[in-house]
């Protein structure tokens, strides 16, 4: 006789173990950010590797293994497994970190998610991962947590006080960027799911805009993990050249940094290519980034309501509309906790409250983005990645991104 364990949905397991870990904060526990910075080996030595800061990494894996251990529990996942498989995780995931934390990867923009992917593609691909290990990993649940506490850095009241421009940009990039980029992808016949999450990568804010929707529409990780790397190969040279293009023509800083904050994809390459420009140019393509970024919660909602209404489940009749249930059981719920965090964070926290833990949630929600890349990784067959069938995604990946940065410098040249 079998018995049924009772598990919770995904989406409200991140709610919870989301909020938990505001609240953990908000109460007093903060956890000191581990150093990764370096630059050269005495650096890396002297500062990565000491010993007081292995032991703040060493608590900090702690807390997310607790948490990550509460998740796999609510959600009905082997603890066991889960015990022998983060902690490989989270290794492969600092040793992201610390390579990003070089002075020259700086210089370039080049984040650690980047190379928490490149890591697990390596270890997934060259060493044979038992099938129960593979099934340990939670992509998903890490991606949303880091999409919840991504809430807690987007206040609505810095950006209204920084001006409407950046929001009326933000607005009109976002819509014309995405209808025309599901269009192209519509017009060579890519794969739905695919298609989603590329527009919303191109136009909205890159990595996250993609974790975002393919929660919305339920995607399949490995297709989520194309359409990053397709973004985060693109950001690099955005960054470097787009600066140089400006400068070229003469752009103003203003217009120059409008470009760059709706064009570049990435939040860290945004600051990376501002600070080239200068500081003018910084501030308002950070403004436009966050303002991009404020409308993610409601772009992942849409496109919920969206896929629920064209995509019936099987056997349903493609004439009748889906019902207020229906709707319900398809919406994204990490997003309830991304817009929580906001409100709270904008309306509720003191902002000497905010200021005192925001390093330490801005820490922890990189972290947890770091670990589902690296998961990720794992997961992904590098072959299936970069097949023939690829082809057409990053055609039309690359078209959707061209129009971006076209269309965007003409809004930036209007209204800047």
Same mark, same amino acid.
């Given at each position: 006789?079998?018995?049924?364990?009772?598990?919770?949905?995904?989406?409200?397991?991140?709610?919870?173990? $989301?909020?938990?870990?505001? *609240?953990?904060?908000?109460?007093?526990?903060?956890?000191?950010?581990?150093?990764?910075?370096?630059?050269?080996?005495?650096?890396?030595?002297?500062?990565?590797?000491?010993?007081?800061?292995?032991?703040?990494?060493?608590?900090?894996?702690?807390?997310?293994?607790?948490?990550? $251990?509460?998740?796999?529990?609510?959600?009905?996942?082997?603890?066991?497994?889960?015990?022998?498989?983060?902690?490989?995780?989270?290794?492969?995931?600092?040793?992201?970190?610390?390579?990003?934390?070089?002075?020259?990867?700086?210089?370039?923009?080049?984040?650690?998610?980047?190379?928490?992917?490149?890591?697990?593609?390596?270890?997934?691909?060259?060493?044979?991962?038992?099938?129960? *290990?593979?099934?340990?990993?939670?992509?998903?649940?890490?991606?949303?947590?880091?999409?919840?506490?991504?809430?807690?850095?987007?206040?609505?009241?810095?950006?209204?006080?920084?001006?409407?421009?950046?929001?009326?940009?933000?607005?009109?990039?976002?819509?014309?960027?995405?209808?025309?980029?599901?269009?192209?992808?519509?017009?060579?016949?890519?794969?739905?799911?695919?298609?989603?999450?590329?527009?919303?990568?191109?136009?909205?804010?890159?990595?996250?805009?993609?974790?975002?929707?393919?929660?919305?529409?339920?995607?399949?990780?490995?297709?989520?993990?194309?359409?990053?790397?397709?973004?985060?190969?693109?950001?690099?040279?955005?960054?470097?050249?787009?600066?140089?293009?400006?400068?070229?023509?003469?752009?103003?800083?203003?217009?120059?940094?409008?470009?760059?904050?709706?064009?570049?994809?990435?939040?860290?390459?945004?600051?990376?290519?501002?600070?080239?420009?200068?500081?003018?140019?910084?501030?308002?393509?950070?403004?436009?980034?966050?303002?991009?970024?404020?409308?993610?919660?409601?772009?992942?909602?849409?496109?919920?309501?969206?896929?629920?209404?064209?995509?019936?489940?099987?056997?349903?009749?493609?004439?009748?509309?889906?019902?207020?249930?229906?709707?319900?059981?398809?919406?994204?719920?990490?997003? *309830?906790?991304?817009?929580?965090?906001?409100? *709270?964070?904008?309306?509720?926290?003191?902002?000497?409250?905010?200021?005192?833990?925001?390093?330490?949630?801005?820490?922890?929600?990189?972290?947890?983005?770091?670990?589902?890349?690296?998961?990720?990784?794992?997961?992904?067959?590098?072959?299936?990645?970069?097949?023939?069938?690829?082809?057409?995604?990053?055609?039309?990946?690359?078209?959707?991104?061209?129009?971006?940065?076209?269309?965007?410098?003409?809004?930036?040249?209007?209204?800047?």
């Amino acid at each position: 006789m079998s018995t049924k364990k009772l598990t919770l949905h995904e989406d409200w397991a991140v709610v919870i173990l $989301g909020s938990l870990i505001i *609240l953990l904060s908000i109460s007093g526990l903060i956890l000191t950010v581990p150093v990764f910075g370096w630059s050269n080996p005495d650096q890396l030595f002297n500062n990565v590797f000491k010993a007081a800061n292995l032991a703040v990494i060493g608590i900090q894996f702690l807390l997310v293994f607790v948490i990550a $251990g509460l998740g796999a529990l609510l959600v009905g996942k082997p603890v066991k497994n889960f015990v022998v498989m983060f902690p490989l995780v989270y290794v492969l995931t600092i040793i992201a970190l610390i390579i990003a934390g070089n002075k020259q990867v700086k210089y370039y923009g080049l984040e650690a998610v980047i190379f928490s992917l490149v890591i697990g593609l390596i270890i997934g691909n060259f060493f044979k991962l038992p099938e129960w *290990l593979r099934a340990a990993l939670s992509t998903e649940l890490y991606v949303k947590i880091g999409l919840v506490l991504l809430g807690t850095s987007v206040i609505f009241s810095d950006i209204l006080k920084a001006g409407s421009l950046g929001l009326i940009q933000a607005l009109l990039v976002v819509t014309s960027v995405w209808y025309f980029a599901f269009w192209v992808c519509k017009k060579l016949k890519v794969d739905d799911e695919i298609a989603m999450m590329i527009s919303s990568a191109v136009s909205i804010c890159g990595v996250s805009a993609a974790i975002a929707t393919a929660g919305a529409i339920k995607g399949d990780s490995k297709k989520l993990s194309y359409v990053i790397s397709m973004v985060l190969i693109t950001a690099v040279p955005m960054m470097i050249f787009m600066p140089m293009i400006a400068h070229y023509f003469h752009f103003s800083q203003e217009v120059t940094g409008a470009w760059l904050g709706g064009s570049i994809d990435t939040t860290g390459a945004v600051v990376a290519s501002g600070s080239l420009v200068g500081e003018v140019a910084l501030k308002i393509s950070t403004i436009v980034k966050f303002s991009q970024n404020v409308l993610l919660g409601l772009a992942a909602f849409a496109i919920s309501i969206y896929w629920t209404y064209t995509k019936h489940p099987a056997g349903s009749d493609p004439d009748k509309k889906p019902t207020l249930k229906v709707i319900w059981e398809r919406f994204p719920k990490f997003v *309830l906790g991304f817009i929580g965090a906001s409100l *709270l964070f904008s309306f509720f926290i003191s902002p000497e409250t905010g200021a005192h833990i925001k390093d330490s949630l801005k820490n922890l929600q990189g972290l947890w983005f770091a670990l589902a890349f690296t998961s990720i990784g794992l997961e992904t067959n590098f072959a299936e990645l970069f097949s023939e069938n690829s082809k057409k995604p990053l055609y039309a990946f690359l078209i959707a991104q061209t129009f971006n940065i076209f269309i965007t410098l003409a809004i930036a040249f209007v209204l800047f």
